[in-house]
């Protein structure tokens, strides 16, 4: 597990994920040209107020590879 640091609407704030997860979020957003804070970002503003950030974050991760893959 590490923990990730980002600024969400102006306060920073880490958020722990597992090594494997980080990994693949910077690899999509070097693919995408974009940063993982714009990521979270959109994440965040995207989730309802009582989910859990790091989840929210391996299911994105997990629909955006499903969506590459041919499952």
Same mark, same amino acid.
């Given at each position: 597990m590490k923990?990730?640091?980002v600024s969400l609407s102006g306060h920073n704030t880490s958020i722990t994920l597992e090594d494997q997860f980080i990994d693949v979020l910077r690899k999509i957003a070097d693919t995408e040209n974009t940063s993982v804070s714009a *990521?979270?970002?959109s994440i965040d503003k995207n989730r309802k107020?009582? &989910?859990n950030l790091s989840s929210e *974050?391996?299911?994105w991760i997990l629909h955006k590879l499903l969506k590459? &893959?041919?499952l």
């Open positions: 923990k990730l640091s *990521i979270i970002n107020p009582d &989910s *974050i391996r299911i590459t &893959s041919k």
